[in-house]
Nanobody, 115 residues
């Protein structure tokens, strides 16, 4: 059974930084990509950033230049460094791992940015 454990969320003032981590445990045959999504109250879940096994990355336009995604393949861990946070970044952030057989989701970690 695959489990994703997220950490690093919290309350921060606008302009501050947070680093999210997501560690995947269990048997995963292979991983195509790992990513972070977020869902703000009353809004749909949206992709924030993703990184492939080869290291290619993509970002939502709203976070480009402020957020950086990285992964440690040996540890099956993905990170999201969030800088220059804005109140509109407030959301529950979810980790997602995509493998050839299935996709797995974390339980979510809340990020609140105060103005």
């Amino acid at each position: 059974q695959v489990q994703l454990v997220e950490s690093g969320g919290g309350l921060v003032q606008a302009g501050g930084s947070l680093r999210l981590s997501c560690a995947a445990s269990g048997t995963i045959f292979s991983i195509n990509s790992m990513g972070w999504y977020r869902q703000a109250p009353g809004k749909q879940r949206e992709l924030v950033a993703a990184v492939t096994s080869g290291g290619s990355t993509k970002y939502a336009d709203s976070v480009k230049g402020r957020f950086t995604i990285s992964r440690d393949n040996a540890k099956n861990t993905v990170y999201l460094q969030m800088n220059s946070l804005k109140p509109e970044d407030t959301a529950v952030y979810y980790c997602e791992v995509d493998s050839p057989l299935s996709s797995y989701w974390g339980q979510g970690t809340r990020v609140t940015v105060s103005s």
